[in-house]
């Protein structure tokens, strides 16, 4: 029995705690847990027998997995393990408090620390990279249910924590830990590292004994911005420099061309597959073939031959001489994904699958139809416009750039309009404008002043009975050579299927199809996904817990978004990098994009918004989603407003199921701190701008939700998983022009040989090559790959209501790739969702096998 002098002095011990503490809440509840301890004491020994084990199950991935460069890290952890220095799991409960804490606030009750069992004796194969081990817990019910534990790492190397799992937790059973994130040796943090159960909860809603924790940790994650930032720091506080409006910047426009970018280490690939194949490939590209090429670059490689040349691609690849220059190249590129594209035999260099745009039908991607076809269902359905005043007009200053007014008149189009006369047909809603002009003009005798050669466009297409558009003129537009104020010089070519005028027709085409080829890459592609979304990623993290829901609804969306982008700081988009070698902006590139920016407005991009502005529908409340679509057969438009609609309901039950009312979001300091951190340093050169949302409603917040997430899946996937089958092959897509149309003693020349002349206009090999490599490693699917409706860890919340709700949108999202099957079955009545090329649209089909797919869309801006 326990002695009457042991229960006194027990007694005094919680008397003395008690006279410790001010607040009349923590007296009281220390007087329960000293009574309940007397209590305990007097009903006998067997207290300790009431302790009880939990198993729990922890799966990592172990850094030489994930490193290939520190083969050593697995040797020296085993080292420190038999030398006592392991891993400590220790838990925080989130119902009864600790009443040893330092400070005055009310913390959760401290469990015993278990150690991690059997890391010397487990050991997991490469290809599959998880390591699973048990701990056992020391159950003290006092701990009661568990809200967050403190992982404490003496090993030598760092590793990544996927998950924690409690099975059977006494009161409360299973308990679920979503981590995915680095834990570094202990001695790199000032704080142990801290995670929290999977539950969500608003900053006033968090149980009360977790609030101190929630806010060290986001105090953690914001920093103070001074020091030098290592690989192991947590900060979330990088934002780029590529979102700039202001003139006086150009001195940071040149910065971010050799900046390099400080990405936190739980924003990088933590995932074999995509790290193996995105890491290695595009470095290899820049350090390797880029180089490599240039050295072999002789006559043979400054332009294709002919077409059949380019064909060789896809058949055998480029003969090259054999000798040393070959076989060092092929001895430097030793990654996996570089084996598809070099022969190991020597034979020919560069073999790549054959694009799907000349798979079925290999001449059809040059007729007008396909031409046209694209710009509703090809890799840039964005930019065309429904053309509502004739002639078209430009919004350029005339102070800076004269007359830049459209010179197509009637008479250059009436035999192009079934019998019609202008005015019927632009009153119809049957006149298109494809307006390469005044986002161009700006450069036009910049980018001339360099090898290549470009025009500012404008393309004019007729909406035919079938449902199709037919390119019905051309202009091509150049800056007045004497003063640019003098305004533009014009030349406007119509279809024509002989002689020199279908020659220059042709060509005509072509420039239209290198302008959209720019503009898709850095203004549709690059900008309106990559750019805009990082903002996002770095004020959720820095202001929204890991246990808002903002947060977990979010979070999937801003998987490895952060890491590519910047690697296309460091590769793609630097000063003599890829883009600037490939496409024709050339060194202007970032200049073009960051004035641009300046027009992006967010509300916008929401998908219904974005086609009413573009005139490409008007709003019918009878119509599905509320749109008429003026074109009925848009492929991008109606399997986009299926996925839109899909994202959207999702959001609203998702949202609403946290905020019930208006004032819950007026009064979510997290969510405030991160709109405001967000317009105001986010997308700062923007922040004054009227149209942003005031974040005071709970439709503000689905809104907001949905755009993001719209962005950063379906946008992205349709501007992006469309490159390789679409451009692959270098004369449907050109990426530059190196000469302007033929002058008069060039005419012969065009004649004789009109396919010759347009591969000497058009990219020469050098320039294709690396942009195929390029795009076929941009176009491809990882194994590893997470598509919109699927989660990483199906126990992402507790929450039983978004639990179902998520589940009801991924059984959409299936309904919805049943949809867009079938009508890419109906291609008699549905023409554009199929081509002359015989090529079905499946850019916005949501799942997808790994590979070069034409499909998939994933859950984030990751490739």
């Known amino acids: 029995m326990i002695s009457e002098k042991l229960v006194q002095e027990e007694s005094k011990k919680m008397r003395e705690t008690d006279a410790e503490n001010d607040q009349q809440t923590t007296c009281t509840c220390t007087c329960m847990d000293m009574l309940h301890k007397i209590a305990n004491l007097v009903l006998g020994e067997n207290h300790e027998a009431k302790k009880t084990k939990v198993k729990g199950k922890v799966v990592l991935v172990k850094k030489n997995l994930l490193d290939f460069n520190d083969l050593g890290a697995s040797i020296l952890d085993r080292a420190h393990e038999l030398f006592g220095q392991r891993i400590s799991i220790q838990f925080i409960s989130a119902t009864h408090a600790d009443r040893r804490s330092s400070d005055k606030s009310l913390r959760g009750k401290l469990g015993k620390p278990a150690i991690l069992e059997d890391w010397i004796s487990t050991i997991t194969p490469l290809e599959v990279g998880e390591s699973t081990y048990e701990v056992i817990f020391e159950w003290d019910?006092?701990?009661?249910?568990?809200?967050?534990?403190?992982?404490?790492?003496?090993?030598?190397?760092?590793?990544?924590?996927?998950?924690?799992?409690?099975?059977?937790?006494?009161?409360?059973?299973?308990?679920?830990?979503?981590?995915?994130?680095?834990?570094?040796?202990?001695?790199?943090?000032?704080k142990d590292r801290i995670f929290f159960t999977n539950k969500a909860y608003l900053p006033g809603e968090t149980p009360e004994l977790l609030r101190p924790y929630r806010e060290e940790e986001m105090v953690i994650l914001r920093g103070n911005g001074t020091g030098e930032l290592k690989e192991w720091d947590r900060l979330k506080a990088i934002y780029a420099f590529w979102l700039l409006t202001d003139p006086k910047t150009e001195s940071r426009l040149s910065l971010i061309k050799s900046l390099k970018v400080y990405v936190p280490r739980d924003e990088r690939f933590g995932h074999l597959k995509k790290s193996d194949f995105l890491a290695y490939g595009l470095e290899s590209i820049l350090k390797v073939l880029l180089p490599e090429f240039e050295a072999l670059a002789d006559d043979t490689l400054d332009e294709f031959d002919s077409l059949e040349d380019v064909l060789k691609l896809y058949d055998g690849g480029i003969k090259l001489p054999e000798g040393p220059l070959l076989d060092n190249l092929l001895e430097k590129i030793r990654f996996q994904m570089l084996k598809e594209l070099v022969r190991?035999?020597?034979?020919?260099?560069?073999?790549?699958?054959?694009?799907?745009?000349?798979?079925?039908?290999?001449?059809?991607?040059?007729?007008?139809e396909e031409f046209a076809r694209e710009m509703l269902a090809g890799v840039n359905p964005v930019s065309i416009q429904l053309l509502k005043?004739?002639?078209?007009?430009?919004?350029?200053?005339?102070?800076?750039?004269?007359?830049?007014?459209?010179?197509?008149?009637?008479?250059?189009?009436?035999?192009h309009l079934d019998g019609l006369e202008v005015e019927k047909v632009l009153e119809a809603n049957r006149l298109f404008i494809l307006d390469h002009h005044d986002s161009l003009m700006p450069y036009v005798k910049r980018i001339n002043a360099t090898s290549t050669k470009i025009y500012a466009t404008r393309t004019l297409l007729l909406l035919q009975k079938d449902?199709?558009?037919?390119?019905?003129?051309?202009?091509?537009?150049?800056?007045h050579p004497d003063d640019e104020?003098?305004?533009?010089?014009?030349?406007?070519?119509?279809?024509?299927?002989?002689?020199?005028?279908?020659?220059?027709?042709?060509?005509a085409k072509t420039y239209v199809a290198v302008n959209d080829?720019?503009?898709?890459?850095?203004?549709?592609?690059?900008?309106?996904?990559?750019?805009?979304?990082?903002?996002?990623?770095?004020?959720?993290?820095?202001?929204?817990?890991?246990?808002?829901?903002?947060?977990?609804?979010?979070h999937p969306h801003f998987r490895d978004t952060m890491n590519i982008n910047a690697a296309a700081r460091n590769i793609l988009i630097n000063s003599k990098g890829v883009l600037e070698r490939t496409f024709f902006p050339g060194k202007y590139s970032i200049e073009m994009s960051s004035k641009i920016y300046k027009n992006w407005v967010f509300p916008?991009?929401?998908?219904?918004?974005?086609?009413?502005?573009?005139?490409?529908?008007?709003?019918?409340?009878?119509?599905?989603h509320g749109l008429r679509l003026l074109i009925e057969d848009y492929p991008f438009a109606v399997d986009g407003l299926e996925i839109w609609s899909a994202i959207k309901t999702w959001v609203e039950e998702y949202c609403k199921f946290y905020y019930r009312n208006d004032n819950m979001v007026e009064n979510d300091a997290e969510l405030q701190s991160w709109w405001t951190e967000l317009r105001e340093e986010g997308h700062g050169d923007l922040k004054d701008e009227p149209w942003w949302p005031k974040m005071s409603s709970v439709q503000d917040v689905i809104d907001t939700c949905t755009i993001i997430i719209w962005v950063s899946s379906a946008l992205h996937a349709a501007v992006n998983f469309g490159q390789y089958p679409y451009a692959g092959y270098p004369p449907n897509r050109p990426t530059l022009s190196r000469r302007l149309m033929p002058k008069t003693s060039e005419y012969d020349e065009l004649m004789k040989d009109p396919k010759k002349f347009f591969l000497k206009t058009i990219t020469p090999q050098l320039q294709s090559l690396l942009s195929v490599s390029l795009i076929e490693i941009l176009s491809r699917h990882t194994s590893d790959e997470i598509y919109l409706g699927q989660r990483e860890c199906p126990e992402w919340t507790m929450d039983a209501e978004p639990l179902h709700a998520f589940e009801k949108f991924g059984k959409k999202l299936k309904e919805i790739e049943k949809r867009i099957k079938d009508l890419n079955e109906d291609h008699e009545r549905l023409k554009n969702r199929f081509g002359p090329v015989k090529m079905p649209y499946t850019l916005l089909h949501p799942s997808s096998q790994e590979g070069l797919t034409g499909m998939g869309i994933p859950n984030s801006v990751s490739i």
């Open 141 to 190: 019910e006092e701990i009661g249910l568990p809200g967050a534990f403190l992982v404490k790492n003496l090993h030598h190397s760092e590793f990544y924590l996927k998950t924690l799992t409690l099975e059977d937790v006494p009161g409360h059973g299973q308990v679920h830990f979503v981590c995915n994130s680095w834990v570094y040796p202990a001695e790199r943090y000032t």
């Open 344 to 368: 190991s035999d020597g034979e020919g260099l560069a073999k790549y699958s054959t694009p799907q745009v000349i798979e079925a039908e290999i001449s059809a991607w040059n007729t007008d």
């Open 389 to 415: 005043d004739f002639p078209p007009t430009s919004k350029l200053d005339t102070e800076v750039y004269g007359n830049q007014n459209s010179s197509i008149r009637s008479h250059h189009i009436v035999e």
């Open 467 to 479: 449902g199709t558009l037919k390119p019905i003129a051309i202009e091509l537009s150049l800056p």
């Open 485 to 507: 104020k003098l305004g533009a010089i014009n030349e406007v070519y119509t279809p024509a299927k002989d002689g020199v005028e279908a020659a220059t027709w042709q060509l």
């Open 517 to 554: 080829s720019g503009v898709h890459q850095l203004i549709s592609h690059w900008l309106n996904t990559h750019a805009v979304i990082e903002p996002f990623v770095i004020a959720t993290n820095r202001q929204l817990s890991v246990l808002h829901p903002i947060n977990k609804l979010l």
């Open 604 to 624: 916008n991009q929401a998908l219904p918004v974005d086609l009413v502005l573009r005139g490409m529908a008007v709003e019918d409340p009878n119509a599905p």
